[in-house]
C-alpha cells in the first residue's frame, strides 16, 4: 500500500516518505455519559518479514536515505525517508488544536504520520494470514502536508511520486528476500 499521509512528527517535512513499522488504529474508544469517551489504540505490528526488509534497506540506503526529486516548479531537491509507526482512523486531520492527535503522541510519542486505510488493510492481512499463507503487506506513504491548520492539497501528487520511488527501491530488496525466504 502507498499514497499520502499527513505528517505529525516534527522531523518530518512536507515530501518526505514513511515507510511503516506498526499501525496504530487511534478511533477505538468507549462512550460513557455526557459524551465523554476513553480512547483505546490498538496496535498492529507489520510482518516480521517486512520488519526485516525495512532494515535491509536502511542497511542499503542509510537509516534515514535521502533521493532526488524534481518539485513542481522544476527545482531538483531531496526528499527523507524514516521508518516508525503510524496512527490510522477515519479522521482527516486539519487542525492545530485536535485531542485524537494529542492522544496518539501521548499513547505513542513516535507516531509519525496519520491516514485512513492502513489499519484497515494490516486487519484483513491477519484475518487471511490465518486462514492460509498471505504474501506480506507494506505501507509507504509520502508526506503531503503536516496534518494541521495548513493542510491543502498543493503537494499531494509530488509526496505520492516521492512514495513511488520508495516503493520501487523497497520492492527490489523484498523481491530478493522473499525469493531466498519463502
Known sequence: LFGIAGGISPKLKVNDVVIATE????EKAKEFQNNKFKRR????????RIVETIKEFEIKYGET????????????????TFSGP???????????????KEWMLNY????????????????AYYEERMQKKA???FIIRGISDTADSNKDDDYRESS???????????????????YYTL
Open 41 to 48: 489504540g490498538e496496535d498492529q505490528l507489520l510482518d516480521p
Open 160 to 178: 505520492a511520486q516521492n512514495a513511488a520511488t520508495v516503493m520501487i527501491k523497497f520492492l527490489e530488496i523484498l523481491e530478493v528476500w522473499l
Open 65 to 80: 536515505p535521502a533521493f532526488d526529486y524534481i518539485n513542481e516548479n522544476g527545482e531538483h531537491l531531496k526528499f527523507r
Open 86 to 100: 503510524i496512527g490510522s482512523g477515519e479522521i482527516v486531520f486539519a487542525s492545530d488544536e485536535s485531542d485524537t
Open 108 to 123: 505513542n510519542d513516535k507516531v509519525l504520520a496519520v491516514e485512513t486505510e492502513g489499519y484497515g488493510i494490516v486487519q
Open 135 to 137: 504474501a506480506p503487506i
Open 23 to 26: 499501525v496504530l488504529y487511534y
